[in-house]
Protein backbone atom coordinates (compact mmCIF):
# COMPACT_ATOMS: atom_id res chain seq x y z
CA UNK A 1 0.00 0.00 0.00
CA UNK A 2 1.25 3.30 -0.98
CA UNK A 3 0.69 7.00 -0.38
CA UNK A 4 -0.64 8.69 -3.59
CA UNK A 5 -1.45 12.13 -2.39
CA UNK A 6 -2.72 13.86 0.90
CA UNK A 7 -5.48 16.73 0.89
CA UNK A 8 -4.90 19.54 3.98
CA UNK A 9 -7.97 21.46 5.07
CA UNK A 10 -7.54 24.57 7.70
CA UNK A 11 -10.87 24.66 9.40
CA UNK A 12 -12.63 27.03 11.16
CA UNK A 13 -14.79 25.71 13.87
CA UNK A 14 -17.38 27.73 15.76
CA UNK A 15 -17.99 27.52 19.36
CA UNK A 16 -21.23 27.84 20.90
CA UNK A 17 -19.76 30.04 24.00
CA UNK A 18 -17.02 32.58 24.45
CA UNK A 19 -13.94 30.76 26.05
CA UNK A 20 -12.06 32.71 28.31
CA UNK A 21 -8.64 31.81 30.08
CA UNK A 22 -5.79 33.44 30.93
CA UNK A 23 -4.61 32.31 27.57
CA UNK A 24 -7.47 32.98 25.33
CA UNK A 25 -10.49 34.64 25.15
CA UNK A 26 -12.36 33.44 21.69
CA UNK A 27 -15.54 32.20 20.21
CA UNK A 28 -13.80 29.94 17.36
CA UNK A 29 -10.97 27.74 17.09
CA UNK A 30 -8.77 26.18 14.16
CA UNK A 31 -7.61 22.66 13.37
CA UNK A 32 -6.41 20.73 10.24
CA UNK A 33 -8.24 18.24 8.47
CA UNK A 34 -6.01 15.77 6.76
CA UNK A 35 -6.78 12.76 4.41
CA UNK A 36 -4.29 10.54 3.02
CA UNK A 37 -5.40 8.91 -0.13
CA UNK A 38 -3.66 5.42 -0.97
CA UNK A 39 -3.00 2.95 -4.03
CA UNK A 40 -5.74 0.70 -2.35
CA UNK A 41 -8.46 3.48 -2.44
CA UNK A 42 -8.41 3.61 0.99
CA UNK A 43 -8.45 6.93 2.84
CA UNK A 44 -6.88 7.88 6.35
CA UNK A 45 -7.99 10.39 8.17
CA UNK A 46 -5.83 12.60 11.03
CA UNK A 47 -6.05 15.86 12.62
CA UNK A 48 -3.53 18.56 14.01
CA UNK A 49 -3.54 22.27 15.26
CA UNK A 50 -4.96 24.49 12.67
CA UNK A 51 -2.52 27.42 12.97
CA UNK A 52 -0.98 28.90 9.92
CA UNK A 53 2.64 27.44 10.87
CA UNK A 54 1.11 24.19 11.80
CA UNK A 55 -0.63 24.12 8.48
CA UNK A 56 1.97 25.13 6.17
CA UNK A 57 4.45 22.58 7.93
CA UNK A 58 1.97 19.85 7.52
CA UNK A 59 2.40 20.47 3.64
CA UNK A 60 5.66 20.62 3.40
CA UNK A 61 6.06 17.01 5.42
CA UNK A 62 3.06 15.65 3.56
CA UNK A 63 5.11 15.93 0.35
CA UNK A 64 8.31 13.59 1.52
CA UNK A 65 5.19 10.87 2.48
CA UNK A 66 4.36 10.52 -1.41
CA UNK A 67 4.76 6.89 -2.40
CA UNK A 68 5.50 5.57 1.07
CA UNK A 69 3.92 2.67 2.68
CA UNK A 70 1.54 4.37 5.63
CA UNK A 71 1.65 1.31 7.19
CA UNK A 72 5.62 1.61 7.96
CA UNK A 73 5.19 4.37 11.04
CA UNK A 74 8.08 3.88 12.23
CA UNK A 75 10.07 4.44 8.94
CA UNK A 76 8.46 7.57 9.05
CA UNK A 77 8.78 8.56 12.08
CA UNK A 78 12.63 7.86 11.64
CA UNK A 79 12.48 9.70 8.44
CA UNK A 80 10.87 12.83 10.28
CA UNK A 81 13.45 12.46 13.92
CA UNK A 82 15.43 10.04 15.25
CA UNK A 83 16.21 12.34 17.70
CA UNK A 84 14.13 15.32 19.74
CA UNK A 85 16.94 17.85 18.32
CA UNK A 86 16.57 16.57 14.70
CA UNK A 87 12.83 18.09 14.94
CA UNK A 88 13.83 22.10 14.64
CA UNK A 89 10.02 23.37 14.64
CA UNK A 90 9.53 22.18 18.36
CA UNK A 91 6.05 21.47 19.60
CA UNK A 92 4.51 22.65 15.56
CA UNK A 93 6.88 20.38 13.98
CA UNK A 94 5.53 17.57 16.37
CA UNK A 95 2.02 18.53 15.87
CA UNK A 96 2.44 18.41 11.87
CA UNK A 97 3.93 14.94 12.25
CA UNK A 98 1.04 13.61 14.97
CA UNK A 99 -2.08 14.46 12.34
CA UNK A 100 0.11 12.92 9.16
CA UNK A 101 0.64 10.00 11.72
CA UNK A 102 -2.97 9.45 12.70
CA UNK A 103 -4.06 9.66 9.16
CA UNK A 104 -1.55 6.49 8.70
CA UNK A 105 -2.51 4.69 11.57
CA UNK A 106 -6.35 4.93 10.43
CA UNK A 107 -5.47 3.70 7.18
CA UNK A 108 -3.45 0.76 8.84
CA UNK A 109 -6.25 0.04 10.79
CA UNK A 110 -9.02 0.39 7.92
CA UNK A 111 -6.52 -2.18 5.57
CA UNK A 112 -6.10 -4.67 8.24
CA UNK A 113 -9.84 -4.44 9.90
CA UNK A 114 -8.91 -3.52 13.18
CA UNK A 115 -9.38 -0.88 15.21
CA UNK A 116 -7.04 1.42 16.57
CA UNK A 117 -7.46 0.87 19.75
CA UNK A 118 -6.63 -3.10 18.25
CA UNK A 119 -3.83 -2.24 16.50
CA UNK A 120 -2.25 -0.59 20.01
CA UNK A 121 -3.22 -4.29 21.60
CA UNK A 122 -6.44 -3.96 22.09
CA UNK A 123 -9.46 -1.86 24.42
CA UNK A 124 -10.15 -2.89 28.05
CA UNK A 125 -12.60 -0.81 28.30
CA UNK A 126 -15.58 1.24 25.80
CA UNK A 127 -17.30 3.85 27.64
CA UNK A 128 -14.77 6.55 28.46
CA UNK A 129 -15.36 9.15 31.31
CA UNK A 130 -14.43 12.90 29.79
CA UNK A 131 -14.48 16.16 31.58
CA UNK A 132 -16.17 19.66 31.48
CA UNK A 133 -14.45 22.29 30.62
CA UNK A 134 -15.20 25.75 32.31
CA UNK A 135 -14.68 29.24 31.69
CA UNK A 136 -12.78 32.12 33.78
CA UNK A 137 -16.28 33.61 33.27
CA UNK A 138 -19.32 33.55 31.28
CA UNK A 139 -19.61 36.20 28.58
CA UNK A 140 -21.81 37.23 26.04
CA UNK A 141 -19.37 37.78 23.48
CA UNK A 142 -15.58 38.37 23.04
CA UNK A 143 -14.42 41.13 25.50
CA UNK A 144 -11.13 42.59 25.68
CA UNK A 145 -8.66 41.80 28.78
CA UNK A 146 -9.29 45.46 30.80
CA UNK A 147 -13.12 44.51 30.61
CA UNK A 148 -12.66 41.10 32.04
CA UNK A 149 -10.70 42.77 34.55
CA UNK A 150 -13.54 44.70 35.77
CA UNK A 151 -15.45 41.11 35.75
CA UNK A 152 -12.50 39.52 37.75
CA UNK A 153 -11.88 42.50 40.60
CA UNK A 154 -15.53 40.86 41.99
CA UNK A 155 -15.67 37.40 43.14
CA UNK A 156 -19.28 37.19 43.38
CA UNK A 157 -19.13 37.45 39.27
CA UNK A 158 -17.96 33.74 39.10
CA UNK A 159 -21.57 32.49 40.17
CA UNK A 160 -22.01 32.43 36.22
CA UNK A 161 -19.57 29.30 35.93
CA UNK A 162 -21.17 27.75 38.17
CA UNK A 163 -24.86 27.73 36.56
CA UNK A 164 -23.31 26.80 33.79
CA UNK A 165 -21.09 23.79 35.21
CA UNK A 166 -24.82 22.71 36.84
CA UNK A 167 -26.24 22.86 33.13
CA UNK A 168 -23.59 20.73 31.47
CA UNK A 169 -24.04 18.23 34.41
CA UNK A 170 -28.11 18.17 33.62
CA UNK A 171 -27.59 18.04 29.44
CA UNK A 172 -24.56 15.62 29.56
CA UNK A 173 -24.20 13.77 33.32
CA UNK A 174 -20.54 15.10 33.68
CA UNK A 175 -19.28 13.96 36.49
CA UNK A 176 -15.78 16.11 35.87
CA UNK A 177 -15.03 19.30 35.86
CA UNK A 178 -11.72 21.56 34.55
CA UNK A 179 -12.24 25.36 35.76
CA UNK A 180 -9.68 27.58 32.99
CA UNK A 181 -8.49 30.42 35.68
CA UNK A 182 -7.77 33.65 34.22
CA UNK A 183 -4.91 33.57 36.85
CA UNK A 184 -6.44 37.62 37.49
CA UNK A 185 -7.29 37.28 40.97
CA UNK A 186 -6.53 34.69 43.86
CA UNK A 187 -9.91 35.53 45.64
CA UNK A 188 -12.04 35.38 42.09
CA UNK A 189 -10.58 32.18 41.68
CA UNK A 190 -10.80 30.85 44.95
CA UNK A 191 -14.45 31.93 45.34
CA UNK A 192 -15.53 29.79 42.02
CA UNK A 193 -13.72 26.74 43.02
CA UNK A 194 -15.59 26.85 46.45
CA UNK A 195 -18.56 27.70 44.75
CA UNK A 196 -18.23 24.24 42.19
CA UNK A 197 -17.54 22.27 45.65
CA UNK A 198 -20.85 23.37 47.00
CA UNK A 199 -23.16 23.19 43.95
CA UNK A 200 -21.76 20.03 42.81
CA UNK A 201 -20.76 18.30 46.04
CA UNK A 202 -18.12 16.38 47.26
CA UNK A 203 -18.38 13.43 44.74
CA UNK A 204 -17.19 15.74 41.61
CA UNK A 205 -13.81 15.81 40.14
CA UNK A 206 -13.07 19.15 39.73
CA UNK A 207 -9.33 20.61 38.08
CA UNK A 208 -8.28 23.57 38.48
CA UNK A 209 -6.00 25.10 35.44
CA UNK A 210 -4.62 28.29 35.08
CA UNK A 211 -1.90 27.26 32.85
CA UNK A 212 0.76 28.11 34.26
CA UNK A 213 -0.20 31.94 34.73
CA UNK A 214 0.73 32.27 38.22
CA UNK A 215 4.08 32.82 39.84
CA UNK A 216 5.90 30.20 41.77
CA UNK A 217 4.82 31.87 45.45
CA UNK A 218 1.09 33.05 44.45
CA UNK A 219 0.28 29.67 42.81
CA UNK A 220 1.74 27.74 45.77
CA UNK A 221 0.27 30.03 47.90
CA UNK A 222 -3.36 29.63 46.20
CA UNK A 223 -2.86 25.92 46.12
CA UNK A 224 -2.75 25.71 49.81
CA UNK A 225 -6.11 27.65 49.91
CA UNK A 226 -7.31 25.00 47.13
CA UNK A 227 -6.68 22.23 49.61
CA UNK A 228 -9.51 21.84 51.83
CA UNK A 229 -11.71 21.60 48.40
CA UNK A 230 -9.99 18.29 47.87
CA UNK A 231 -9.67 18.90 44.30
CA UNK A 232 -8.92 16.10 41.61
CA UNK A 233 -5.43 17.53 40.76
CA UNK A 234 -4.11 20.93 40.13
CA UNK A 235 -2.93 21.75 36.41
CA UNK A 236 -0.39 23.73 35.69
CA UNK A 237 -0.70 26.40 38.33
CA UNK A 238 3.06 27.72 37.47
CA UNK A 239 5.42 27.68 34.48
CA UNK A 240 9.04 25.42 34.71
CA UNK A 241 9.63 21.69 36.06
CA UNK A 242 11.61 24.07 38.79
CA UNK A 243 8.12 26.12 39.79
CA UNK A 244 5.66 23.04 39.45
CA UNK A 245 8.47 21.13 41.66
CA UNK A 246 8.63 23.44 44.27
CA UNK A 247 4.88 23.80 44.63
CA UNK A 248 4.13 20.37 44.54
CA UNK A 249 6.77 19.89 47.39
CA UNK A 250 4.14 22.01 49.58
CA UNK A 251 0.65 20.47 48.48
CA UNK A 252 -1.13 17.58 49.38
CA UNK A 253 -3.43 17.28 46.27
CA UNK A 254 -1.91 15.82 42.91
CA UNK A 255 0.12 18.03 40.42
CA UNK A 256 -0.13 17.25 36.82
CA UNK A 257 1.26 19.29 33.81
CA UNK A 258 0.45 19.82 30.04
CA UNK A 259 2.19 22.78 29.62
CA UNK A 260 5.90 21.79 30.95
CA UNK A 261 6.22 18.40 30.53
CA UNK A 262 5.80 17.85 26.74
CA UNK A 263 8.31 15.68 25.20
CA UNK A 264 10.29 12.90 25.79
CA UNK A 265 13.37 14.92 27.07
CA UNK A 266 11.43 16.38 29.44
CA UNK A 267 10.41 13.30 31.41
CA UNK A 268 13.80 12.34 32.99
CA UNK A 269 14.13 15.95 34.63
CA UNK A 270 10.69 16.27 35.89
CA UNK A 271 10.80 12.50 37.22
CA UNK A 272 14.38 13.25 39.16
CA UNK A 273 12.73 16.56 40.36
CA UNK A 274 9.54 14.96 41.60
CA UNK A 275 7.67 17.75 39.81
CA UNK A 276 4.62 16.13 38.83
CA UNK A 277 1.98 12.61 39.50
CA UNK A 278 0.46 13.12 36.05
CA UNK A 279 1.59 13.76 33.25
CA UNK A 280 -1.36 15.11 31.11
CA UNK A 281 -0.50 14.33 28.04
CA UNK A 282 -1.45 15.93 24.29
CA UNK A 283 -1.88 13.41 21.76
CA UNK A 284 -0.69 16.25 19.24
CA UNK A 285 2.52 18.14 20.96
CA UNK A 286 3.55 14.65 21.67
CA UNK A 287 3.93 14.33 18.49
CA UNK A 288 1.75 11.08 17.71
CA UNK A 289 0.58 7.72 18.83
CA UNK A 290 3.78 6.11 18.62
CA UNK A 291 5.92 8.76 20.71
CA UNK A 292 2.70 9.01 23.29
CA UNK A 293 2.57 5.18 24.08
CA UNK A 294 6.44 5.56 24.69
CA UNK A 295 6.03 8.32 27.07
CA UNK A 296 3.03 6.44 28.88
CA UNK A 297 5.28 3.24 29.32
CA UNK A 298 8.18 5.28 30.91
CA UNK A 299 5.53 6.75 33.44
CA UNK A 300 4.32 3.49 34.61
CA UNK A 301 7.57 2.80 35.28
CA UNK A 302 8.32 5.69 37.50
CA UNK A 303 5.14 5.46 38.85
CA UNK A 304 3.39 8.63 37.12
CA UNK A 305 0.03 8.55 36.69
CA UNK A 306 -1.52 9.30 32.29
CA UNK A 307 -4.00 11.68 31.70
CA UNK A 308 -5.01 12.75 28.27
CA UNK A 309 -4.90 16.26 27.41
CA UNK A 310 -7.39 18.19 24.85
CA UNK A 311 -9.29 21.69 23.99
CA UNK A 312 -11.36 21.67 21.09
CA UNK A 313 -10.45 19.04 18.64
CA UNK A 314 -13.15 17.69 16.15
CA UNK A 315 -14.43 14.66 16.11
CA UNK A 316 -11.54 12.90 14.42
CA UNK A 317 -9.53 14.44 17.36
CA UNK A 318 -11.82 13.56 20.22
CA UNK A 319 -12.41 10.03 19.12
CA UNK A 320 -8.49 9.72 18.49
CA UNK A 321 -8.33 10.42 21.88
CA UNK A 322 -10.64 7.38 23.54
CA UNK A 323 -8.51 5.05 21.62
CA UNK A 324 -5.75 6.15 23.85
CA UNK A 325 -7.46 5.56 26.74
CA UNK A 326 -9.28 2.68 25.65
CA UNK A 327 -6.02 0.98 25.14
CA UNK A 328 -3.51 2.29 27.51
CA UNK A 329 -3.88 0.42 30.69
CA UNK A 330 -1.99 4.03 32.73
CA UNK A 331 -4.63 6.04 31.65
CA UNK A 332 -7.27 5.61 34.33
CA UNK A 333 -9.02 9.67 35.01
CA UNK A 334 -11.40 11.39 32.59
CA UNK A 335 -10.26 12.41 28.90
CA UNK A 336 -10.29 16.22 28.62
CA UNK A 337 -12.66 16.49 26.29
CA UNK A 338 -14.19 20.24 24.78
CA UNK A 339 -16.04 18.57 21.91
CA UNK A 340 -19.65 19.34 23.07
CA UNK A 341 -18.47 23.21 23.14
CA UNK A 342 -17.98 22.82 19.24
CA UNK A 343 -20.82 24.54 17.42
CA UNK A 344 -20.03 22.89 13.63
CA UNK A 345 -18.23 19.21 13.27
CA UNK A 346 -16.73 17.23 10.34
CA UNK A 347 -18.29 13.92 11.02
CA UNK A 348 -21.17 12.27 9.49
CA UNK A 349 -21.95 11.26 12.74
CA UNK A 350 -22.73 13.11 16.06
CA UNK A 351 -20.69 12.33 19.24
CA UNK A 352 -22.93 11.97 22.04
CA UNK A 353 -21.94 12.24 25.78
CA UNK A 354 -24.56 10.51 28.04
CA UNK A 355 -24.14 10.13 31.89
CA UNK A 356 -20.45 11.99 31.22
CA UNK A 357 -19.10 9.44 28.74
CA UNK A 358 -18.38 8.69 25.24
CA UNK A 359 -18.25 5.58 23.16
CA UNK A 360 -15.50 3.93 21.12
CA UNK A 361 -16.23 2.97 18.20
CA UNK A 362 -16.12 -0.41 17.31
CA UNK A 363 -15.43 -0.26 13.20
CA UNK A 364 -11.61 -0.51 11.66
CA UNK A 365 -9.39 2.27 12.23
CA UNK A 366 -10.69 5.10 13.90
CA UNK A 367 -13.60 4.21 12.88
CA UNK A 368 -15.33 7.29 11.91
CA UNK A 369 -15.65 8.96 8.33
CA UNK A 370 -16.10 12.72 6.99
CA UNK A 371 -19.52 14.15 5.74
CA UNK A 372 -18.05 16.52 3.02
CA UNK A 373 -20.67 19.02 3.20
CA UNK A 374 -20.29 19.67 6.93
CA UNK A 375 -16.13 19.75 5.97
CA UNK A 376 -16.62 21.84 3.13
CA UNK A 377 -18.64 24.70 5.10
CA UNK A 378 -16.09 24.75 7.46
CA UNK A 379 -13.12 24.92 5.56
CA UNK A 380 -10.90 28.44 4.96
CA UNK A 381 -8.04 26.67 3.10
CA UNK A 382 -6.69 23.88 1.18
CA UNK A 383 -3.44 21.97 0.22
CA UNK A 384 -3.68 18.82 -2.28
CA UNK A 385 -0.11 17.07 -2.17
CA UNK A 386 0.17 14.77 -4.66
Known sequence: MKITGITLRRIKLPLDMVYVSSMYVMNDT????????????????????????CFSLTATLAKGWLGRDPRDRLGLRRSFGRSVAENRNGRT?????AGLELAAW????????????????????????????????????VVSRAEL??????????????????????????????????AASAAYDLAVMQGLRD????????????????????????CQRLEP??????????????????LRARVGRPVATNMCVIQLDHLPVAIRRGAIDVVLADLFMWGGI???????????????????????????????NLHLAAAIPRVQRANDSGHHVIAADV???????KDGRMRLPDKPGLGIAIDPQRLAKVTVKEAIVQ
Request: with cysteine; glycine share 10%.
Open 290 to 320: SNYRIMADVAASFGLEVAIHSLFETGIGTIA
Open 30 to 53: YRTVIELATDQGITGIGETIGTEE
Open 347 to 353: LADDLPI
Open 199 to 222: ALGPEAQLRFDPNAAYGPAEATAL
Open 93 to 97: GWSAF
Open 149 to 182: MEIFANPANGAGVVTYALEQRRRHGFRCFKYKSA
Open 106 to 141: DATGKAWGLSLAELMGGAIRRDIEVVCPLPATIVDR
Open 229 to 246: LQLEFYEDPTDDIEGLAN
